[in-house]
């Protein structure tokens, strides 16, 4: 726990930096101009851990299938974005791993897609970002996404100390990545508007808890769970290639959204 609590120290300090830097955008100092040029795709599970599962439908098949989808729009749509995969077929990857993918690219915004399991009741779709858990349902979320750690060799060592089982744990990181805060909480808003409105899916709203799949990552990351496979309803529209195609459209156009507003933001 004392190397969890110096590496988020570490972290915010780094954060804080210092008085003397030059700021862009200051007086006397010209704005550069702003374009988002990389994305990081990454489709939940896969391999050996296959995820939630309902009676036909497994996570893995499911989100990488949308991921899929997603990517073939933006480049289609967008001949400017780079689009990185963190997987494109059924293979195990770290979490870890998918973090460093989107360093190693210096990608712009990461998107994270999985799907979600609880009682057969429950249904709609959610957007994390990271940040601290507000309630014992985020947590518990958090602790599903996370527990996939346990399948890693050297997952203490690797994260840290993490224990994806204790609160604590998950608070501590939760703080690691406030400097992309107010991005990701941007984009997350905009996919779940184009959810509840051009997909017409329940929404259950933008979220907050620490993910170690975005705790890694150093830009405007999101973790979006896009239905229940636990409801029969949702598996079926969710394991069926036009829901796929909706919700992938649904993304897609909150991506176009995000990136047009930022790009006029910071001077285009």
């Known amino acids: 726990m004392r190397n969890i609590v110096a590496l988020c120290l570490s972290g915010l300090l780094f954060l804080s ?21 990389t994305v990081v795709l990454d489709a939940g599970h896969g391999g050996k851990d296959r995820g939630c599962t309902g009676v036909k439908a497994r996570e893995a098949d499911v989100a990488l299938k949308i991921i899929l989808e997603l ?28 973090a460093g993918i989107a360093n190693k ?6 998107i994270s897609v999985h799907c979600n399991a609880s009682a057969p009741s429950a249904y709609g779709t959610e957007v994390w970002t990271m940040g601290p858990h507000k309630t014992d349902a985020n947590l518990s979320v958090a ?4 527990a996939v750690i346990l399948q890693e060799d050297n997952y203490k060592e690797r994260y840290s100390g993490f224990d994806p089982t204790s609160p604590q744990s998950h608070i501590l990181f939760s703080l690691y990545q406030s400097a992309h805060m107010v991005n990701s909480l941007r984009f997350a ?54 829901g796929q195609s909706y919700m992938a459209s649904g993304i897609y156009r909150a991506f176009r959204d995000y990136k047009t507003e930022l790009e006029a933001m910071n001077g285009e």
């Open 105 to 110: 690219h210096g990608a712009d915004l990461f």
């Open 17 to 37: 930096g210092s008085s003397g830097a030059v700021v862009p955008g200051a007086p006397g100092v010209p704005r550069p101009k702003y374009h988002l040029r």
């Open 189 to 242: 808003q905009k996919v779940d508007r184009q959810f509840r409105t051009t997909v017409a899916r329940h929404s259950r709203g933008v979220k907050q808890a620490g993910f170690l799949v975005l705790w890694k990552s150093t830009m405007p990351s999101v973790l979006i769970e896009a239905g229940f496979l636990t409801n029969r309803t949702e598996e079926q529209y969710l394991n069926d290639k036009s």
């Open 71 to 98: 990517g073939q729009l933006i480049e289609e749509n967008m001949p400017d974005v780079k689009v990185v995969y963190t997987r494109k077929t059924d293979v195990f990857v770290e979490l870890a791993d998918r």
């Open 143 to 146: 602790k599903r996404e996370n």
